[in-house]
């Protein structure tokens, strides 16, 4: 047996130096394998040739299963690496001077005094990070990749569930199911085949936040919980990345940027504390009007454009409240705290 796999092996490494595609290395292995196995399952017990080649058409069964799991799993691997590098390929952003489509598609951003040409480059060389794809990230996505937002990150663990589709509008009924991620991806892709999506799902946790949110210019997070948006607030501050943070609830929503690097508050500053569960009731709980994500999600994609291109005044060191049902808008300003336990003096 010995000898007989040896000969094969040598088969093999012959065709590899000789330069033979991978598919003609294993036709000859595998041929003296058929053969082998020919003569074990049709010679009689005792045969010379049979002993010579094993002896037993059970021990060769059990090495050509082996090797053939062996061989699956690798052209099971070779299959994902080539299908990673598409993903990668397909995800990287278009360098160079913007392409007569391109031109035609941002001309309303171009022309605008604020904006203007290079304006428009800078956000197709932004990188902007949206966490969560729901409620918020469904229409501040939309508008970065309509804007020409060369990059857009998306984390979410969530997958698609037929309640969100009240509010969350870049999901359709056909994505019920779906990991969140996914599906907002093929709408970006679909809406804008210039930008490059990069997916994440998953949750955001400690262990990643700090260093995923560092390879990003601008952190947009429409999260609904106070654990994540402190966590989000905590790595955007380490990281020295500003934060476009909102929250809506029922017919009112807030938001503000949070730029602590540049002089202004970060979250922790304002909302040193979360507030008692009773208090803060999720949208499940107390229910929310389906346009209003979509008024607060707009605003957290205009924010995030002014702060790339540099166009007139962010809410940096404001929050804004905005009431849908009263049809009120109030701005509050709000100011770093040297004694906030993230961004403060006190730190550390």
Aim: contains cysteine; proline residues 4%.
């Amino acid at each position: 047996m010995i000898i007989v796999l040896g000969i094969m092996a040598g088969l093999y490494l012959l065709g590899r130096v000789m330069g033979a595609s991978q598919t003609a290395r294993l036709m000859l292995p595998g041929l003296v394998s058929l053969a082998v196995l020919l003569i074990q399952a049709t010679l009689p017990a005792g045969n010379t040739l049979k002993e010579a080649t094993g002896g037993s058409l059970q021990n060769w069964l059990i090495i050509l299963g082996v090797a053939v799991l062996v061989l699956a799993y690798r052209f099971g691997l070779s299959k994902l690496r080539a299908r990673h590098d598409e993903t990668e390929a397909k995800a990287a952003p278009q360098q160079g001077p913007f392409s007569e489509a391109e031109l035609d598609r941002y001309a309303r951003h171009i022309v605008l005094r604020e904006v203007g040409g290079p304006g428009q480059k800078k956000l197709k060389d932004a990188k902007v990070l949206v966490v969560g794809a729901g409620g918020l990230g469904a229409p501040a996505l939309q508008y970065l990749a309509a804007a020409g937002v060369g990059t857009i990150g998306i984390i979410d663990d969530d997958i698609v569930s037929v309640s969100n589709l009240q509010r969350q509008v870049i999901h359709r009924d056909a994505d019920l199911g779906r990991a969140k991620v996914a599906s907002a991806t093929d709408a970006l892709k679909a809406q804008n085949p210039h930008i490059a999506v990069l997916g994440y799902t998953r949750r955001l946790e400690a262990e990643i936040a700090e260093e995923l949110i560092a390879e990003y210019d601008l952190v947009l997070d429409g999260s609904d919980n106070f654990d994540t948006r402190y966590l989000v607030n905590a790595a955007c501050v380490a990281a020295g990345v500003p934060l476009v943070s909102a929250a809506i609830t029922q017919w009112e929503g807030q938001i503000s940027l949070y730029d602590p690097a540049n002089g202004a508050p970060c979250y922790a500053c304002v909302f040193p504390k979360a507030p008692d569960r009773e208090l803060v009731p999720t949208c499940a709980e107390a229910g929310v009007i389906g346009a209003l994500p979509g008024v607060v999600g707009s605003m957290m994609a205009a924010e995030a454009i002014k702060w790339i291109t540099g166009a007139g005044e962010t809410l940096s060191g404001r929050l804004l409240i905005y009431d849908a049902l009263y049809a009120e808008t109030r701005v509050i300003k709000i100011a770093k705290r040297d004694d906030c336990e993230t961004c403060g003096l006190a730190r550390g």
